[in-house]
């Protein structure tokens, strides 16, 4: 069984900056993909940012130039800069762990326990 411990999240400003991390420990050796999703308020939980462990990142629209996502495979810990943060990013935000390289379906794999990123204006 896959544990993620996450860190970061918290409170800032419109146009701020913050850093999300996650480690993860009891994975298998292979293809693995990391990263984060999202709840806003009334929301489904949806992609924000994934990195496999060989190379391919994905990206939600809503973020794309303005967050950045790494990812150190020998560690399998994966990290979310987040720049230029907007009220609409307040969400509740959990990392994800699965085996081979996807994003979808959401409901895959390992999830940490949430990590709360309040935006405000």
């Known amino acids: 069984q896959v544990q993620l411990v996450e860190s970061g999240g918290g409170l800032v400003q419109a146009g701020g900056s913050l850093r999300l991390s996650c480690s993860a420990s009891?994975?298998?050796?292979?293809?693995?993909?990391m990263g984060w999703y999202r709840e806003g308020p009334g929301t489904a939980r949806d992609l924000v940012a994934v990195?496999?462990?060989?190379?391919?990142?994905k990206y939600g629209d809503s973020v794309k130039g303005r967050f950045i996502i790494s990812r150190d495979s020998a560690k399998d810990t994966v990290s979310l800069q987040m720049d230029s943060v907007q009220p609409e990013d307040t969400a509740i935000y959990y990392c994800?762990?699965?085996?081979?390289?996807?994003?979808?379906?959401?409901?895959?794999?390992?999830w940490g326990q949430g990590t709360q990123v309040t935006v405000s204006s």
């Open positions: 994800n762990y699965r085996r081979g390289v996807s994003w979808l379906p959401v409901f895959v794999g390992s």
């Open positions: 009891g994975g298998r050796s292979g293809v693995n993909t």
């Open positions: 990195a496999s462990n060989n190379g391919v990142t």
